[in-house]
């Protein structure tokens, strides 16, 4: 099946917003007007096409200088794991690093094997300059008690200044 990234725009919006309540419970879906200024403000927002559909999705926001926070990679569950969330991030760390970003990421236990992967974040151009483990900290807002990883992604060139965090 072929699979293809492009970057999303507002014209996404409708199918991201069906695509989040397929794939999370509805205490963790993101509201319209969240996804709208997500799309709106960043540039690093990418989905993945399989089949000629929506298949995934990656969000991010941005802030005014060299931070950039990875707000969300999602997958439908009939297209998960068949290698089009790395298709994701390729896509996306090659942006964010063509722009020399630093990339915020806090990490449930199901992303964490991916992000904490010296290696895979190393072949994207990035290293890991922080990981913090945060006991409860994923989803506070909906009182929902999961553990977390925080965790500052940097260019590798910038491995050895973890101040940047």
């Not at 929902?144 to 940097?154: G, T």
Request: overall charge negative.
């Amino acid at each position: 099946m072929k699979s293809e990234v492009s970057r999303l725009t507002l014209s996404d919006l409708d199918r991201i917003e069906e695509m989040d309540k397929q794939i999370y419970p509805s205490e963790f879906q993101e509201t319209r007007e969240t996804i709208e200024t997500i799309l709106r403000e960043g540039e690093f927002n990418f989905g993945v096409y399989a089949g000629g559909v929506l298949a995934g999705y990656i969000l991010c926001e941005q802030d005014l200088g060299r931070k950039v926070y990875l707000y969300d990679i999602a997958i439908l569950p009939a297209w998960q794991h068949q290698g089009l969330s790395k298709l994701l991030l390729q896509a996306y760390f090659a942006a964010v690093l063509n722009k020399d970003h630093i990339v915020r990421v806090v990490c449930r236990d199901t992303s964490y094997p991916i992000f904490s992967d010296e290696k895979r974040m190393n072949s994207y151009g990035y290293t890991i300059a922080e990981d913090v483990f945060e006991p409860d900290g994923y989803f506070a807002r909906c009182s929902i008690h999961e553990d977390s990883h925080a965790m500052i992604l940097v260019p590798a060139k910038d491995k050895k200044d973890t101040s940047l965090s």
